[in-house]
């Protein structure tokens, strides 16, 4: 394996860990304080699937990053799949006034340290 791929594959672990991190800090905390933005009933179970699926899919690509030839489309998918939870997120929480919607900038600057300038467009 090349220097760079192990470089990337470092950083992939970073990402997957910092995930964890916001995901349980971020989505457990507002379900265990029962914030006011959380009403609607369809949100809660939400909240629920996205905070399981999301470790779901961190054990998935534990166990996959070992056997990855291809980094940077490994984390291309991961980030593209916190993309598409993030915009669910949004939409349950309260749209453009959503206090979530800064997620997409961590997702953002993360493209940006794997794809440096063209991975943030």
């Known amino acids: 394996m090349k220097r760079e791929d192990e470089i990337v594959l470092g950083r992939i672990k970073w990402l997957m860990a910092l995930r964890i991190l916001l995901v349980t800090s971020l989505l457990g905390i507002p379900l265990l304080l029962e914030l006011n933005y959380l009403k609607n009933p369809w949100s809660i179970t939400t909240f629920y699937f996205l905070i ?6 961190t054990l998935v690509y534990t166990l996959f990053i070992s056997r ?3 980094p940077l489309f490994f984390v291309s998918v991961q980030l ?5 939870f993030e915009t669910a997120l949004i939409v349950v929480t309260g749209g453009i006034q959503s206090p979530f919607s800064f997620l997409y900038v961590i997702t953002i600057v993360s493209a940006c340290i794997f794809f440096h300038r063209k ?3």
Request: glycine fraction near 24%; aromatic fraction near 18%; proline fraction near 0%.
């Open 52 to 57: 399981g699926s999301t470790y779901f899919l």
């Open 68 to 70: 990855t030839r291809y």
């Open 80 to 84: 593209g799949i916190d993309l598409l």
């Open 119 to 121: 991975g943030g467009c």
